[in-house]
């Protein structure tokens, strides 16, 4: 059996993993050891694996149980990999920096996303370091917003996208399978590692609980502009058969759109994790 081999991106975040076929069973070493990288790099990068569905989920079984998103439920469907498709009459839009679903009381603990079409040019995606972003903060605003909750609501952006592209048949099902919302801790601790990270979701979050109002828009405020520092970033160009697995408890992510006219066709999946503590 071959040693995996990790290529760091920088010197913290992100590595380029190497001595691995995706297609053949994942053994327990190899399983081990993918795991403690992800601990440590919270991003890892599989280039030119070239894996179908079946590849794909069997990854995924590795960190925890692939997640049927709620949308795919209140459709009557019961897939957990999904397809991100630009094309020519479809052009990307992208939501900004953000973590996967994060109005679930028990939000994604991993995502998975593989590249099956991949534009001539853009069409990137980028990770942000939110551990690192907690430790850029002083001692003194650790231990403010280690005490704070933020509340991350499903009125406002997503039930709007859902009333505006789901059939008014299926609007109500949806409703009723992501709730009104959840709150989490806006400081999380890895059950695995014990490092903090900041968890907020800009696009979810509407409140900050205990807060004023004002102080409240000013908190999320200071937290959405985070991830712009470029030193907390990693910047991945898709090639076809590139597959990268993160840690939605340690990182925001965001797309590139930048390439309109030109087709991009992804496939993704979430692990179903534990309430963030």
Request: net charge neutral; with cysteine.
């Given at each position: 059996m071959t040693t995996l081999r990790f290529q760091p991106v920088t010197a913290c975040f992100g590595a380029t993993v190497a001595g691995i076929d995706l297609r053949e069973e994942i053994g327990p070493d190899h399983a081990c050891a993918v795991r403690e990288a992800l601990d440590r790099f919270h991003v890892l990068i599989f280039p030119s694996q070239a894996i179908d569905d079946a590849a794909h989920l069997s990854l995924a079984r590795v960190l925890g149980e692939p997640l049927v998103h709620p949308f795919e439920r209140a459709m009557g469907r019961g897939e957990s990999i999904h397809a991100l498709v630009d094309r020519a009459d479809r052009p990307p839009a992208r939501p900004g920096w953000h973590?996967?679903?994060?109005?679930?009381?028990?939000?994604?603990?991993?995502?998975?996303?593989?590249?099956?079409?991949?534009?001539?040019?853009?069409?990137?995606?980028?990770?942000?370091?939110?551990?690192?972003?907690?430790?850029?903060?002083?001692?003194?605003?650790?231990?403010f917003l280690a005490e704070l909750k933020g509340w991350h609501a499903t009125s406002g952006a997503l039930l709007d996208y859902v009333r505006a592209h789901l059939p008014p048949d299926r609007v109500a099902h949806v409703e009723e399978e992501v709730g009104e919302g959840a709150s989490h801790p806006l400081v999380l601790t890895h059950p695995e590692s014990?490092?903090?990270?900041?968890?907020?979701?800009?696009?979810?979050?509407?409140?900050?609980?205990?807060?004023?109002?004002?102080?409240?828009?000013?908190?999320?405020?200071?937290?959405?502009?985070?991830?712009?520092?470029?030193?907390?970033?990693?910047?991945?160009?898709?090639r076809p058969g590139d597959v990268v697995v993160w840690d939605e408890r340690t990182t925001q992510h965001t797309g590139t759109a930048d390439h309109a006219g030109q087709e991009r066709i992804m496939r993704r999946c979430t692990v179903f994790g534990p309430r963030p503590r």
């Open positions: 973590t996967d679903d994060s109005y679930l009381a028990a939000p994604p603990t991993y995502g998975l996303l593989r590249c099956e079409v991949a534009p001539s040019s853009g069409g990137h995606t980028l990770w942000a370091d939110m551990t690192a972003a907690h430790e850029t903060l002083s001692p003194s605003l650790q231990t014990g490092v903090r990270s900041i968890y907020f979701e800009p696009n979810f979050v509407t409140r900050i609980e205990g807060l004023s109002p004002a102080e409240s828009r000013f908190v999320c405020a200071f937290l959405t502009r985070l991830p712009n520092r470029v030193s907390l970033q990693i910047r991945h160009r898709w």
